[in-house]
T-cell receptor, first 111, second 114 residues
Framework: KQEVTQIPAALSVPEGENLVLNCSFT??????LQWFRQDPGKGLTSLLL?????REQTSGRLNASLDKSSGRSTLYIAASQPGDSATYLC??????????FGKGTKLTVNP | DAEITQSPRHKITETGRQVTLACHQT?????MFWYRQDLGHGLRLIHY???????NKGEVSDGYSVSRSNTEDLPLTLESAASSQTSVYFC?????????????FGPGTRLTVL
């Protein structure tokens, strides 16, 4: 059974800092990995999707990497801003169309 | 623009009542999903559908049912609401198969069962 873990559960950084969020999964047989952002009281917004054949994806200040063999993904946020404060979730898609989610990392960027 | 909508956004009901949460997507996606999100548990899959007339149970399906009569809609029914079903419910959809098929989420429905 696929399990997804995100560490740390919460992270607080000063504005402008570069930071890395971690995601690990137990079964390396995945189709893709998706990073989401969730603001308080809101739905999930898809940030990046990495296919199993890819090593990384970039969107603006965000860069996500994938290492299937070690069961790890990282989300790198450059020059963090207070507007980046949110909970970040990673999810993996294995043999079916279903996603298995981690519990998220709550990020606070302090001005 | 294509989107997923959920209604109602907030619902308060009493124990034992039947409740139906609506989900409507205009992406024309075959796959649709219902999740619940609770503190300490994260997002858990309730039911999902790969197309019209297809429904499948997820990891927390007890007390819930779905039906898929068209591509756009997947209503979630709580047959007899229980306090343990107080939660935030999210609907999602995705294209069929392939490595590159993002799931897109609705805004959520906050359900309180008193």
């Amino acid at each position: 059974k696929q399990e997804v873990t995100q560490i740390p559960a919460a992270l607080s950084v000063p504005e402008g800092e570069n930071l890395v969020l971690n995601c690990s999964f137990t079964d390396s047989a995945i189709y893709n990995l998706q990073w989401f952002r969730q603001d308080p009281g809101k739905g999930l917004t898809s940030l990046l999707l990495i296919q199993s054949s890819q090593r990384e994806q970039t969107s603006g200040r965000l860069n996500a990497s994938l290492d299937k063999s070690s069961g790890r993904s990282t989300l790198y946020i450059a020059a963090s801003q207070p507007g980046d404060s949110a909970t970040y979730l990673c999810a993996v898609k294995s043999g079916s169309e279903k996603l298995v989610f981690g519990k998220g990392t709550k990020l606070t960027v302090n001005p | 623009d294509a989107e997923i909508t959920q209604s109602p956004r907030h619902k308060i009901t009493e124990t034992g009542r039947q409740v139906t949460l609506a989900c409507h997507q205009t992406w024309n996606h075959n796959n649709m999903f219902w999740y619940r999100q609770d503190l300490g548990h994260g997002l858990r899959l309730i039911h999902y559908s790969y197309g019209v007339q297809d429904t499948n149970k997820g990891e927390v399906s007890d007390g819930y049912s779905v039906s898929r009569s068209n591509t756009e809609d997947l209503p979630l029914t709580l047959e007899s609401a229980a306090s343990s079903q107080t939660s935030v419910y999210f609907c999602a959809s995705s294209e069929t198969h392939g490595e590159y098929n993002e799931q897109f989420f609705g805004p959520g429905t906050r359900l309180t069962v008193l």
